[in-house]
T-cell receptor, first 110, second 114 residues
């Protein structure tokens, strides 16, 4: 699976958009980008995933660059409850394990 | 639709005892994955199972650890003769057998070895 690079930590003011970047420059054509988050010691929570088109759901938006070498997860109006570690993962094939890196620790500040 | 259910939530074992961790996947999901998270560390993949079959156990320690996902009932992660280093959170995830559906995780079992 392609390796991803994320900033170690980020801060965001409550109510503002949180934009979390991810580099995956070695991604290949059939690899999907997945985003998960882990709040404190809970189980990882699925957020969104995509292949090449931008995606949006009730939680977030995923913007993938045209060359697919990077992506951005956008939380449109961050709240204190969005404080968590966010993981960007690329996955080569269906029904294969996800490989978690260190992620980005997002702190939402009041 | 109930999510991935893991039990127990907390398990305390003395060194040398056996630990059994259970995972009931989401309804309609036939793929189960086990992960371990040591204190202050990241999530590490252990094993991937489909009903009655182990597909990938590349992350499983070679000794004392085993996993099964029988035709009926939950998936079981079994740790024999536990040691203090086995103390961790163990997470289970499941996915359906279609496309690139995401994995959905349970809230884990926290194993403490005394």
């Amino acid at each position: 699976d392609a390796k991803t690079t994320q900033p170690t930590s980020m801060d965001c003011a409550e109510g503002r958009a949180a934009n979390l970047p991810c580099n995956h420059s070695t991604i290949s054509g059939n690899e999907y980008v997945y985003w998960y988050r882990q709040i404190h010691s809970q189980g990882p929570q699925y957020i969104i995933h995509g292949l090449k088109n931008n995606e949006t759901n009730e939680m977030a938006s995923l913007i993938i660059t045209e060359d697919r070498k990077s992506s951005t997860l956008i939380l449109p109006h961050a709240t204190l409850r969005d404080t968590a570690v966010y993981y960007c993962i690329v996955r080569v094939a269906r029904n294969t394990p996800l490989v978690f890196g260190k992620g980005t620790r997002l702190s939402v500040i009041a | 639709n109930a999510g991935v259910m893991q039990n127990p939530r907390h398990l305390v074992r003395r060194r040398g005892q056996e630990a059994r961790l259970r995972c009931s996947p989401m309804k309609g999901h036939s793929h189960v994955y086990w992960y371990r998270q040591l204190p202050e560390e990241g999530l590490k993949f252990m094993v991937y199972l489909q009903k009655e079959n182990i597909i990938d156990e590349s992350g499983m320690p070679k000794e004392r650890f085993s996993a099964e996902f029988p035709k009926e009932g939950p998936s079981i992660l079994r740790i024999q003769q536990v040691v203090r280093g086995d103390s961790a959170a163990y997470f289970c995830a499941s996915s359906p057998d279609r496309g690139n559906s995401p994995l959905h995780f349970g809230n884990g079992t926290r194993l403490t070895v005394t």
